[in-house]
């Protein structure tokens, strides 16, 4: 037998193999593919709300990230001015205005050789 003759007899057996098959009777009923194309349209749309609710998600995680930059960055000026309030050269300007005293004849009290009254 030549080659063209044993694929041409090939090829005839494959396509007598898909038509010999036949689906059971079940596959072949309308109520099947009725269902069965609703269940893959339900799936779809709830895919569909699955991706987009992964999309808002992603642009509030975007919003929130944004939201943390912008308060680090007011923390890192407020740290800025608390040491700036804080220095020496900032107290002691703000202590002559106020038009205080410098304490004299300070005297300090031992209260560890006292005695102390009772009720």
């Not at 005839?12 to 596959?27: C, G, H, K, N, Y």
């Not at 069965?36 to 779809?44: A, D, K, N, T």
């Not at 300090?108 to 006292?114: E, T």
């Amino acid at each position: 037998m030549s080659l063209k003759r044993r694929l041409e007899n090939q090829y005839r057996q494959f396509i007598f193999s898909f038509r010999s098959v036949s689906l059971p009777s079940w596959l072949d009923n309308r109520l099947f593919k009725v269902a069965l194309s609703s269940f893959v349209v339900l799936f779809g749309v709830l895919y569909l709300f699955q991706t987009n609710n992964t999309a808002a998600s992603g642009y509030e995680i975007n919003r929130l990230e944004k939201q943390i930059d912008s308060l680090s960055s007011e923390i890192q000026k407020n740290e800025i001015a608390i040491a700036q309030e804080g220095s020496m050269v900032n107290i002691q300007t703000r202590l002559s205005v106020t038009d205080m005293i410098p304490a004299s004849n300070i005297k300090f009290i031992d209260l560890s050789a006292g005695s102390v009254a009772l009720r």
